[in-house]
């Protein structure tokens, strides 16, 4: 936790081609240790000295980043990372939420890893790049279609404490889908708890989906193989349904997850979210060294098909809720209805 000005993610950088978003800039010194350390930091390991470690949010708005860090993710893993440090800023920019706090997370596999649970605390500000530089992308993974999203999903389920929240909301970004065991013995291993028999991974969605009010999304990149997609988005689709977002264009992550809480907040429709987006793409290529051909209209058809299922969801459960057409607009507020 914390506040301040926030320092995000140079992308006009003499090394690097075109990508998304409207941002900012830090040192070089900065960039290169974004996701590059060699090992992980015990900071952010789950068990510290016997103790299970917890994540405490305070804010209105606790917003989880999990993010895969295994080998099949590839160089994408750090684009993302690179741009996760945009989120906070045009969160706060748009408004799209006024109390926002951010824990980033990285997740590999339990069976083979050296570090496969990551979690930082809850932040905000300039808080959020120390964490960022602390994790550790392993490129690790057992080398099948499973990593343990799971495990990582019951830690937040059991080990995170939301108070003063009013709508939260947990991304997980990877490509492959999750076991549907959490270990009894990882349990004891990653958090310290006594040997206990395995639980299974839909009783770990429930309590993730009651913690955070619904708002638990999967942000699926392509894992390779079209039969092992289709795979894998079934699997996720029976725990998360509208809320599994495919997305083939791994530049276009912190924008789709912006465009999400715009819409579930009520503060954007489809339209006026899509007119964000062009002008933070715009804005961005203006500042990139080497722009390429202007791919505006391209980028913002694709993000119209990317978040189409999510808007048309929402506007149903609204017509749900009411028992009349939905409003002018194909946006309304998903809370937790307690």
């Given at each position: 936790m914390g506040g301040g000005e926030f320092i995000d993610f140079d992308t006009t950088r003499k090394h690097r081609t075109?990508?998304?978003?409207?941002?900012?800039?830090?040192?070089?010194?900065?960039?290169?240790?974004?996701?590059?350390?060699?090992?992980?930091?015990?900071?952010?390991?789950?068990?510290?000295?016997?103790?299970?470690?917890?994540?405490?949010?305070?804010?209105?708005?606790?917003?989880?980043?999990?993010?895969?860090?295994?080998?099949?993710?590839?160089?994408?893993v750090y684009m993302i990372y690179e741009r996760l440090g945009t989120f906070?800023?045009?969160?706060?920019?748009?408004?799209?939420?006024?109390?926002?706090?951010?824990?980033?997370?990285?997740?590999?596999d339990c069976y083979c890893d050296r570090a496969p649970l990551q979690v930082a605390q809850f932040s905000q500000s300039m808080e959020l790049t120390g964490y960022l530089e602390q994790l550790y992308i392993e490129h690790g993974g057992g080398g099948q279609t499973s990593e343990s999203y799971e495990t990582m999903l019951y830690y937040y389920s059991k080990y995170c404490e939301?108070?003063?929240?009013?709508?939260?909301?947990?991304?997980?970004?990877?490509?492959?889908?999750?076991?549907?065991?959490?270990?009894?013995?990882?349990?004891?291993?990653?958090?310290?708890?006594?040997?206990?028999?395995?639980?299974?991974?839909?009783?770990?969605?429930?309590?993730?989906?009651?913690?955070?009010?619904?708002?638990?999304?999967?942000?699926?990149?392509?894992?390779?193989?079209?039969?092992a997609d289709e795979e894998i988005l079934r699997q996720w689709r029976a725990m998360l349904g509208e809320r599994v977002i495919n997305l083939e264009d791994p530049t276009l992550v912190i924008e789709v997850m912006l465009g999400i809480i715009a819409m579930t907040m009520d503060k954007r429709s489809m339209k006026t979210y899509l007119d964000d987006f062009r002008l933070l793409y715009i804005a961005d290529r203006l500042k990139s060294v080497t722009p390429g051909p202007d791919d505006t209209e391209e980028k913002i058809l694709a993000m119209?098909?990317?978040?189409?299922?999510?808007?048309?969801?929402?506007?149903?459960?609204?017509?749900?809720?009411?028992?009349g057409l939905p409003a002018s607009t194909d946006n309304t507020r998903s809370r937790c209805r307690r």
């Open positions: 075109h990508s998304s978003g409207a941002f900012g800039s830090v040192s070089d010194d900065t960039y290169l240790k974004i996701g590059r350390v060699k090992g992980a930091s015990a900071a952010l390991l789950p068990l510290f000295n016997g103790t299970c470690r917890t994540v405490d949010c305070f804010h209105r708005h606790p917003i989880v980043c999990m993010l895969d860090v295994t080998g099949s993710m590839g160089d994408s906070f800023l045009e969160i706060q920019k748009q408004n799209y939420l006024d109390d926002p706090a951010i824990s980033f997370a990285a997740v590999g939301l108070q003063n929240t009013e709508v939260p909301f947990l991304f997980i970004i990877g490509d492959e889908g999750f076991y549907e065991k959490v270990s009894g013995k990882h349990r004891h291993e990653y958090f310290g708890e006594p040997l206990a028999a395995d639980m299974g991974a839909e009783v770990v969605f429930e309590e993730i989906k009651k913690k955070f009010a619904g708002n638990v999304f999967l942000l699926h990149l392509p894992y390779g193989s079209e039969n119209r098909k990317i978040l189409t299922p999510y808007s048309q969801s929402i506007a149903l459960a609204k017509v749900e809720i009411t028992g």
